[in-house]
């Protein structure tokens, strides 16, 4: 039942290996998003895409390529994993891009 | 500034109030949020405002807003242990971003 779900929960990996994070919504909102969160808990917004169509990109290095193949789902893609990608992503999404979102349970990336 | 500003810390005693404080930067914002994240979780909306709204109450939450000085604080009525927790605001800005402030850490103490 659970409304934005995230896999993996947890994912630890060595410096320049390729790994992929999923996110699904059930709610059938037509904007999801991918957050940072930093080892000092701050939030910062790194894609929106809407209705599959990528509206928010902000300045992030190219390695990161999000990828949406149908409204619910939007995947995180990150080539050549540095020690600086370590923190939790969160995927969210809302009914519009002006109201309230709803998080999933975070992923946990660690490099060494 | 362009950072939502937040305390990074407040403790109170179990059964005593708490007030957090947020000064967000888009005076255009039309919703401002309460979102709480609790050790190793996810982030859960508590609760939001309207901003044509000073003042929005639910159950033991109360949140004030004070459009002239884009101050916002949520009140957390009879503090419970459970409550202890990392509070964020958070703006949508005008360009569709919710922008969050760093958070502030509510202890509880017992």
């Known amino acids: 039942d659970t409304a934005v779900s995230q896999t993996p929960k947890y994912l630890v990996t060595q410096m320049g290996n390729d790994k992929s994070i999923k996110c699904e919504q059930n709610l059938g909102h037509d904007t999801m998003y991918w957050y940072k969160q930093d080892s000092k808990k701050f939030l910062k917004i790194m894609f929106s895409?809407?209705?599959?169509?990528?509206?928010i990109n902000e300045t992030v290095p190219n390695r990161f390529s999000p990828k949406s193949p149908d409204k619910a789902h939007l995947n995180l893609h990150i080539n050549s994993l540095e020690l600086g990608d370590s923190a939790v992503y969160f995927c969210?999404?809302?009914?519009?891009?002006?109201?309230?979102?709803?998080f999933g349970s975070g992923t946990r990336l660690t490099v060494v | 500034g362009e950072d939502v500003e937040q305390s990074l810390f407040l403790s109170v005693r179990e059964g005593d109030s708490s007030v957090i404080n947020c000064t967000y930067t888009d005076s255009s914002s039309t919703y401002l949020y309460w979102y709480k994240q609790e050790p190793g979780a996810g982030l859960q909306l508590l609760t939001y405002?309207?901003?044509?709204?000073d003042m929005k109450q639910d159950q033991r939450l109360t949140v004030l807003l004070n459009k002239k000085d884009k101050h916002l604080s949520l009140r957390i009525a009879d503090t419970q242990t459970g409550d202890s927790a990392i509070y964020f605001c958070a703006e949508i800005r005008r360009d569709d971003k919710l922008v969050f402030g760093a958070g502030t850490i509510l202890r509880v103490k017992s």
């Open positions: 895409y809407n209705n599959k169509e990528l509206i």
């Open positions: 969210a999404s809302s009914p519009r891009r002006d109201y309230g979102y709803t």
């Open positions: 405002i309207f901003s044509n709204m």
